[in-house]
């Protein structure tokens, strides 16, 4: 392998908890909801995941429990507040952030400085990973990065090709003709929030579990803010998350790649490049939507707090 | 959120957050020994030096308030407070760094007017794409926070480094010429900065603005983002992008203070206690009245003394995070008021407005039609 497949090996595996997360915040998006505490969900997914990794010794037990963790708090943080209690979503969700940076805190006060012997290992795919030089890049990954992508496929289709995809892009679009068509509106939010918490749980514990391998209080370094900026660039399309979450991966890893082959850039410049990165693409990316006049996929309802009795 | 949650609301927000935390506080024990709860009273109000730490943790979130609040009430978000503080410090630091020989009020006020202009500046990058193209406020200005604290980590640690000094995690620049001072006053043990006199003057400016002039009249009419504002002749965009950049100054202007009132130096410790996100909640609490935010910020200035109690305790200081987050979560939920009781029309069209915007951004483009 040269270096420069080993560094985009690296990028595909960073990029990997952005795309649980991102996914996990979209298709809370189709259903209307803007959760923008996914930094906080992440946090929680990380730590309780990482715990539970090390007391069962199971990697794949602590994925589930961060996927749980991620689940549980955002339906009592987020989902209650917001679809039950119709309280504003920007709000709730700066106060999810805020709750689950603390609380991921508390729980992990102790686990600084333990750290696993081994993350998930890497799983070769047969024929694949022969394809020249994409072949070591992409195929010779933890088996959560092919989860990951066969989850985009398979939510890709599954929100343009079935019934129930429609219903629920319907509920995103206009929330009050959808319970005219007799969707169950506020049934199906609270379930895809539980959903987005339960990916963005997930991409926490693929963070700790697969990367890091130790956890501390600013293990997601802003990556939940990153990947719900990927969703706008992505256009809310499942697809392109999966390229755009990679291609985001490699930003977060030149920092830590330029610094191990002693780039004569400063590492807090090359640190920075992933959020300058992230607000340039967000601005051509609007920009070009604006000029090009294609329909967004964006939500029509997104934020808007659907109310039963009000029609 | 022009109304705000409603007093009753706020005060239960507040005891609520209290009970968690007594909760959780009395559940610890200090591994040092000695009670945690005396040290919590010594720490805050108890003592003359406790009070002074109160007033001087309340000063930044104080300011990062009154940014938060001038912009939630154009119905905009700023999360970008702490990158605002750290930029309107390095240029402040930067003027005095120019004009080290410079006597000690022009210098402080030349070190505010370009923590301003800092702040400000910072602000307009995120603020032009709101306004000219609609890219969500919220997630372009927390991401210049990363790139602002990478910023200062470099000058901290790189041009600007004071290699004779050693403080440990966190990085300190040169000094700052000496007469970069502002002055403390001192009532019985406790000491009062300026600094935090001038916050409370800027709310009182900042409250008349708002109250009597043309600029708040407008901006309080552009929060709703109407049509029929527009035919009024309020040019949304301009009111929106004035507020976004004076919201970056104000923030700025924080941070300057921070440093020429406590740190006497730049340093990476600048945003360490999370003062710029807490003021967001603080803003939020007040209901973004510009005077309320004033004792808003104390109450934080108290949560925020607590936790470094807590933490000379060696007890996780992290539950002050936690609580910040309830008392936002508790005081703005909708728990008295359905929304279906309100009225049909502001039921449907306007959405609250700190609710990041449903109705796409009106552009320059729109506006111009």
Redesign the interface.
């Known amino acids: 392998m040269t270096v420069l497949q080993a560094a985009l090996a690296t990028a595909v595996l960073a990029g990997t908890p952005l795309l649980y997360a991102a996914l996990g915040e979209m298709m809370g998006e189709k259903v209307g909801l ?1 959760n ?1 505490g996914l930094e906080g969900m992440m946090l929680m997914g990380a730590v309780v995941g990482f715990i539970v990794a090390i007391k069962t010794d199971s990697l794949v037990l602590g994925l589930l429990a961060g996927g749980a963790a991620g689940t549980v708090f955002t339906l009592v ?1 987020y989902t209650f ?1 917001v679809v039950v ?8 969700g ?10 991921s ?2 729980i992990g ?1 102790h686990w600084t400085s333990r750290s696993l012997e081994s993350g998930f290992g890497n799983v070769n795919l047969p024929l694949l990973d022969k394809i020249p030089f994409v072949g070591k890049i992409l195929f010779e990954q933890p088996w959560p990065v092919y989860a990951g992508v066969l989850l985009a496929i398979f939510v890709a289709w599954g929100l343009g090709s079935t019934r129930h995809g429609m219903n629920m892009r319907a509920i995103g679009e206009d929330p009050d003709a959808a319970h005219a068509m007799g969707i169950n509106v506020p049934f199906w939010q609270v379930f895809y929030s539980g959903v987005s918490g339960f990916l963005c749980g997930v991409g926490g514990a693929v963070l700790t579990l697969a990367i890091t391998l130790n956890w501390n ?1 600013e293990v997601t ?2 990556r939940g ?2 990947a ?2 990927l969703v ?1 660039f992505a256009g809310w399309r499942p697809l392109a998350l999966v390229w755009a979450s990679f291609g985001f991966g490699a930003c977060l890893m030149l920092a830590p790649f330029g610094q191990a082959h002693g780039w004569a850039i ?1 590492s ?2 090359l ?2 490049i ?3 990165f ?2 340039v693409v ?2 051509i990316r ?2 070009y939507a ?1 000029r090009s006049g294609r329909p967004s996929l964006e939500p029509a ?5 659907f ?1 039963r ?2 029609r | 959120m022009t109304a705000g949650p409603s007093p009753i609301r706020r005060v239960i927000a507040v005891l609520a957050a209290a009970l968690v935390a007594v909760v959780f506080i009395s559940m610890q024990s200090s591994p040092l020994g000695g009670s945690v709860w005396e040290q919590i009273w010594l720490s805050t109000f108890g003592t003359g030096l406790g009070t002074t730490s109160v007033l001087q943790l309340a000063m930044p979130i104080l300011f990062a308030g009154l940014a938060a609040a001038v912009c939630q009430r154009t119905g905009m978000w700023n999360i970008g407070i702490p990158g605002q503080m750290i930029m309107g410090a390095w240029t402040a630091t930067w003027v005095a760094y120019h004009l080290s020989g410079v006597p000690q009020a022009p210098l402080v006020l030349a070190m505010m007017a370009a923590g301003v202009i800092g702040g400000g500046l910072w602000m307009l990058l995120p603020a032009l794409a709101r306004v000219y193209l609609g890219v969500s406020e919220i997630i372009g200005t927390l991401l210049l926070n990363f790139v602002a604290i990478q910023w200062l980590i470099y000058w901290t640690g790189g041009p600007w480094a004071n290699t004779n000094q050693n403080g440990g995690g966190t990085l300190i620049a040169k000094p700052l010429p000496a007469q970069a001072t502002l002055p403390q006053f001192t009532i019985g043990s406790t000491t009062i900065g300026l600094a935090l006199l001038i916050g409370v003057a800027l709310a009182v400016v900042l409250a008349a603005v708002y109250r009597y002039t043309q600029f708040g009249y407008r901006s309080a009419l552009a929060e709703s983002g109407d049509e029929l504002v527009r035919y009024a002749g309020i040019s949304v965009w301009r009111t929106r992008l004035v507020t976004l950049v004076l919201s970056g100054g104000i923030a700025g202007l924080g941070g300057v203070l921070l440093v020429l009132d406590q740190l006497h130096v730049l340093s990476t410790s600048l945003t360490a206690d999370n003062s710029g996100y807490v003021g967001i909640v603080a803003a939020a609490l007040a209901g973004n009245a510009l005077l309320g935010v004033v004792p808003s910020a104390l109450l934080f200035g108290f949560l925020a003394a607590i936790g470094s109690a807590l933490q000379i305790m060696d007890v996780s200081g992290e539950i002050v995070t936690l609580l910040t987050g309830l008392v936002l979560i508790i005081a703005c939920i909708n728990v008295g008021k359905p929304r279906f009781l309100a009225r049909r029309s502001s039921a449907r069209g306007t959405s609250p407005p700190s609710a990041p915007a449903p109705e796409p951004a009106p552009t320059l483009d729109e506006v111009a039609k």
Do not use: D, H, K, N
């Not at chain 1, 209690?85 to 709730?92: A, C, D, F, N």
């Not at chain 1, 309802?301 to 707090?305: K, P, S």
């Open positions: 803007l923008i943080a507040p209690l119709r309280s504003e979503q920007g709000v709730v700066f106060a999810v952030w805020f709750i689950g940076v603390g609380l805190a508390i006060t209080s370094a802003g803010w990153i719900l900026a706008i400063p807090p410049f640190s920075m992933p959020y300058v992230t607000f967000l601005v609007t920009w604006r309802a997104l934020g808007v707090t109310v009795e009000r």
